[in-house]
């Protein structure tokens, strides 16, 4: 069987919470997780449960509702307000028409009834996925098509500027920005915006002259004046829909340093925006492995080495940490 569910970045198997205070039931159910492709973390003291789930990330969880403590309702209330989208499914021996009003009601996503067969389980387990998986599209759709609408004016109004075409570099960038950005356990909108925000990171430069923008020397003090207008401007252009103000925030603030001395508005550490930290070393670490008109492209050690050099100072260090990571999982 194949998980009808996407599974986080870079993990393998999909996880599992299963909850339930009788241990050969228990047993059973996480066994039959197993079988499915999860990996499967069965707890029997509900509280226990709740502390897992606020400290880890499941794609799904399993819940009998009779427990000592917390009720498998009280359960599900309070992961809900952790989070509200995760798959819940409550395995119970009550199968009646008010115990699954008031699962559904309460929050459960699916109801598995004891007992139950291997294929009875694996119908609902794919049965609940394949709800939440629609269901998650049709929330995606809803954020992501005034984002295409924003990102369709934006090129629009770069057509309008200046006829540029878009390049490799920009598609990197969103790339390892998703990606980075997913292995900090950012929201799926996080990543979303991430990545388009790598994709028009420079879009302000349809904006500089060619006399600077190709020049194959050093610029001067004047020109490179010019040249950090480009974040404004490309923040400028890209804010035409109130759904790109974090992928505006992301263009305007990618030359911005962690000790405070980048542009456009010298913001520091953890107050400039997570999504520019991001593409500031993804930026980085592009344009020192391509060859530019001014220079040749470095190698692999010395980008890292530049990287490293910098880290703390221009970079945050967590970033850089997990790009490591992002860039080996994409090259591979």
Known sequence: MHVPFAPSFLRKRPRALCVDDEPA?????????TGLGFDAEPLGDPAAALS??????YDLVLTDVRMPG?????LITAMRAI????????????????????????????????????EEFRSEVEATLERHRYRHDALQLRFVSPILDGVALALTAAIEARDLGTGEHCKQLGTLGEAVARLMGLSEQDCTTIRIG????????????DRILLKPGKLTEEEYREMQRHSELGAAIVSTHEQM????????????????RGYPTG?????????????????SWSAMTTDRVYRA???????????????GTQFDPDVIALFEHALAATAA
């Open 25 to 33: 039931v228990l047993a059973l159910v996480a066994r039959m997780l």
């Open 52 to 57: 897992a789930f606020q400290d880890g990330r």
């Open 70 to 74: 917390i009720s498998g309702h009280a």
């Open 83 to 118: 989070d509200p989208e995760v798959p819940i499914i409550v395995v119970t021996g009550q199968g009646t028409l008010e115990t699954a009003t008031s699962a559904l009601r309460g929050g459960a996503s699916g109801m598995i009834v004891k007992p139950f067969t291997t």
């Open 198 to 209: 790598g994709y028009l990171h420079d879009i302000g430069k349809i904006a500089i002259a």
């Open 245 to 260: 103000a974090g992928i505006a925030d992301i263009v305007r603030h990618h030359h911005e340093q962690f000790n405070g």
């Open 267 to 283: 913001l520091a550490g953890e107050s400039i925006p997570i999504g520019a930290r991001i593409i500031s070393v993804a930026d």
């Open 297 to 311: 492209a470095l190698g692999a050690d010395e980008a890292w080495a530049e990287l490293h050099r910098h880290s």
